[in-house]
């Protein structure tokens, strides 16, 4: 009874008040509704910008990649270019190698009496004549087509020849690299001084890098050709400036360089070294042999200063002017013609050939050539 008399009584409020409330409800709806419609719009607006943003980084990404991909094919097909050249120049080589037929020597030997080292030059001939053969033995190898193998033969025949070389004399050797000549001297009883050029000097990382350059007495050792405990006795092993030969390097019998000379800076340089090794450490009657580079395209055309000069015949012939009137004897230098089918092969660059007589410097056909002096006063 009381609840209905609470209805009847509260009935005229609520009549009153419920189209307020309904009001406020609605427009508080409207409130959420554009704030949610805004909050949308704005979710909205952001993703859209963000996919725009994507848009771009995948289309910067793209160009990257593309550029990548385009990179990738540029270096491989360099890659393929590459080896392809590569092979090119190893199978050009391979056939430079076997494109020149390399004869044995021992099988085409001239006659024992047949004169020997005829010429002052590197000629074929000289390989194919037994005394060779007998010379190269002392050094343990084989005749061998290369220029450098005859000079060796070339100074041993010369000494040999002139009877300088016996047990007790002094020997005296410029820019000694590694080579065998040392050693073969003193297994003859002969005193060595071994020298090269000072560990500072220009130019040593090359010699050193083709394992040309002799910096102490144990790359002259050959156990082959001399007990070491020979060979400690006989050779002495000291730097030389081949361009200001010390005052203490006197009164040798003999004395020699292998293709030295032409590497002192000019081509005077070197002839002014030959003058000097023969008058400053020689003894009266003492005996130089000496070897450079010979230039067979031109007596008039060569390098004449550099780290490798070429000497031409008008030069060594002027320095064998200068050093007859200087009073001392010089043995007459000829040069021979090619008389072989291998004095007409000319090896290049990189210098792989088995035959190496002759070899091409810059635009010069080169050979080596041997001086033989005689101290007169």
């Keep these: 009874m009381l609840k209905q008399l609470g209805k009847q009584i509260a009935r005229p409020f609520w009549a009153r008040l419920q189209p307020r409330i309904a009001g406020i409800a609605d427009q508080r709806v409207m409130e959420l509704r554009g704030e949610l419609h805004r909050n949308v719009d ?11 943003s994507l848009g771009k980084t995948i289309d910067q990404q793209a160009v990257v990649l593309d550029h990548v991909r385009r990179s990738h094919e540029e270096l491989h097909r360099d890659h393929w270019e590459a080896r392809h050249n590569f092979n090119l120049l190893r199978d050009s080589v391979e056939f430079h190698h076997r494109a ?12 024992a009496d047949a004169p020997f080292l005829r010429f002052a030059n590197c000629q074929a001939e000289d390989f ?25 033969v070339y100074i041993l025949h010369k000494f040999i020849e002139s009877g300088i070389v016996r047990p007790g004399a002094r020997g005296l050797v410029f820019g000694v690299g590694v080579e065998p000549l040392p050693a073969i001297f003193a297994s003859m009883g002969a005193y060595i001084t071994a020298t090269d050029a000072p560990p500072d000097s220009e130019g ?7 394992r040309q350059y002799g910096d102490s007495l144990e790359t002259l050792f050959h156990p082959g050709i001399t007990p070491n405990e020979n060979f400690r006795k006989f050779v002495t092993h000291r730097p030389c400036d081949m361009n200001n030969i010390a ?12 293709c030295c000379f032409e590497h002192l800076g000019s081509l005077e340089a070197g002839l002014n070294f030959v003058i000097n090794a023969v008058e400053k450490t020689l003894r009266v009657g003492g005996i130089g042999v000496h070897t450079t580079e010979l230039n067979m395209s031109s007596n008039e055309d060569t390098i004449t200063e550099g780290p490798t000069v070429i000497y031409r015949r008008q030069d060594i012939e002027a320095l064998v002017v200068r050093l007859r009137e200087r009073g001392h004897y010089v043995e007459d230098v000829i040069i021979g013609p090619p008389a072989h089918a291998l004095d007409y092969h000319v090896d290049v660059p990189p210098y792989v050939s088995d ?15 041997g001086l033989v002096i005689r101290r007169g006063r």
């Design 204 to 210: 040593n990382d090359i010699w050193t890098s083709t």
């Design 42 to 52: 704005q979710e909205i607006v952001t993703l859209h910008e963000q996919v725009k």
């Design 128 to 152: 194919f004549h037994p005394r060779y053969a007998q010379l190269t033995k002392l050094f343990e190898q084989k005749p061998d087509f290369h220029r450098k193998q005859w000079e060796w």
């Design 355 to 369: 035959i190496h007589i002759k070899l091409l410097i810059a635009s010069y056909v080169a050979t080596s050539v």
């Design 100 to 111: 020149v037929f390399k004869p044995q020597a021992e099988y085409q030997l001239l006659p």
């Design 247 to 258: 005052s203490d390097l006197t009164d040798y019998d003999f004395n020699w360089s292998s």
